[in-house]
């Protein structure tokens, strides 16, 4: 078949490989209709993160057709239409059991290992490097899902692809991250970063009650789009300074919380700092960014800071002293997609939204090499890009 495959850093090419075939009686196969590139495969071909291998197929925000599945299967079906979370959870475990999915204790048979050489490990991701399980991506025309009964949520007669495809990801991130900060009615909701996951985040702020939105970022479109929901202000911050603005616009308080929808990439971390850190030495930072000291500085006293930014490895002089004297909560980790499933397919179902909003990009899967290239730099007002399975 057909996939996308890490080759090394900026380095993802378009290359034959086996098709997959079902492992564990508990998977199933999926014949892929759509697939995005999200700003957490950014991480990967920036060479942020470690334990991956060339030939490695990305991907991990897809949806398509069971085309088989395994013989202790006994609910998802041959034939259905399914959207997958990108998190790979077994639905048994002390962490399934507690909604906590994205930590299943049995995704990731290396994870001890793993953690000594990295500090490390997380639960079963797709495409997501062997950090997370080494498990093969849906930027592929078919991908092996395991737990098929868990995962897998099929999507409803007469919603497009495009409508269903962001429940895999981005849509929970955006609204994982405003449920982290516990909003009351009326409070005020800072975002950093208006790419996917800021927008479903700024969507989510505004519909979980915040009475001000205040959204960071210094691409034009991108924050147009954001300003075009209620109660949303929009900051670039090439132009302003944000601290000082943020407490001008909370009279002088700063914000209730503060949602980093940033990560990395504002850090200047690199797999080069991770073998820094294998060797036991600090991690040096680069001068690009700081937003989670800007976040920190920003956070009314004892507001939360939300994170779904994706960080890895260590991240030196955060300022942990001014988190604790202002009496900060901080939430963060990967999305546990399963648990907002069932409530965003409703919201979705129901026109409260339509997710549509955010795709720029609509190409063929084997566009995917430039497409990285297109999202990674912002070029032609990218926001998000929708690869599918034509040919
Ligand atoms: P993206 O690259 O499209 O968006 C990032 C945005 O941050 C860009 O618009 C960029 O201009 C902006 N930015 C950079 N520096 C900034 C600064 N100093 N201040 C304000 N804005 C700044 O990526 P995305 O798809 O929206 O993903 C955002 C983050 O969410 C990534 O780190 C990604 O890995 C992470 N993510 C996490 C999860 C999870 O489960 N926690 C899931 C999906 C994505
Ligand atoms: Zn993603």
Request: hydrophobic content about 35%; glycine content about 10%.
């Amino acid at each position: 078949m057909k996939a996308i495959t890490w080759q090394g850093k900026e380095d993802v090419r378009v290359e034959n490989v086996p098709d997959p075939s079902i492992v564990n009686p508990k998977d199933c196969i999926i014949r892929v209709t759509s697939t995005a590139i999200c700003g957490s495969d950014l991480h990967l071909y920036a060479g942020r993160i470690p334990a991956m291998q060339p030939g490695d197929v990305l991907g991990h925000e897809f949806m398509g057709e069971v085309v088989e599945v395994g013989s202790a299967v006994e609910h998802t079906r041959v034939g259905d239409r399914v959207v997958i979370p990108f998190t790979i959870a077994c639905g048994n475990c002390f962490f399934c059991q507690k909604d906590l999915t994205s930590l299943c204790d049995n995704t990731n048979p290396d994870a001890a290992k793993l953690e000594k050489m990295y500090g490390y490990a997380g639960s079963g991701l797709f495409g997501y490097s062997h950090l997370y399980g080494g498990y093969a991506g849906g930027q592929a025309e078919y991908v092996r899902v395991p737990f098929a009964d868990v995962g897998p949520l099929k999507v409803p007669e007469g919603m497009s692809d495009e409508q269903a495809l962001f429940l895999s990801d981005i849509f929970p991130t955006g609204y994982m991250a405003a449920d982290n900060c516990d909003i009351q009615e009326g409070d005020t909701v800072a975002v950093w970063g208006c790419g996917p996951v800021g927008q479903f985040a700024i969507w989510s702020a505004v519909k979980l009650g915040a009475g001000q939105v205040i959204a960071i970022d210094r691409f034009p479109e991108r924050l147009r789009l954001a300003s075009t929901h209620d109660r949303v202000k929009t900051l670039n911050y090439e132009n302003v300074d944000v601290f000082e603005t943020l407490k001008h616009l909370t009279g002088g308080r700063g914000p209730d919380a503060c949602i980093d929808a940033v990560g990395s990439e504002a850090h200047g971390t690199s797999l080069d700092h991770w073998y820094d850190l294998v060797a036991n030495k600090l991690m040096l930072e680069t001068d690009r960014g700081h937003v989670l000291r800007q976040v920190i500085r920003s956070c009314r006293k004892g507001g939360t800071v939300s994170m779904p930014g994706v960080y890895g490895g260590f991240l030196d002089k955060v300022p942990i002293g001014a988190a604790f004297g202002k009496g900060l909560q901080f939430r963060m980790g990967q999305t546990h997609v399963h648990r907002y499933l069932p409530k965003l397919l409703s919201h979705i179902q129901d026109g409260e939204i339509d997710p549509t909003y955010l795709i720029t990009h609509r190409m063929d899967l084997a566009d995917a090499p430039e497409m990285y290239r297109t999202f990674q730099d912002k070029q032609d007002e990218c926001v998000k890009v929708v690869l599918t399975t034509q040919s």
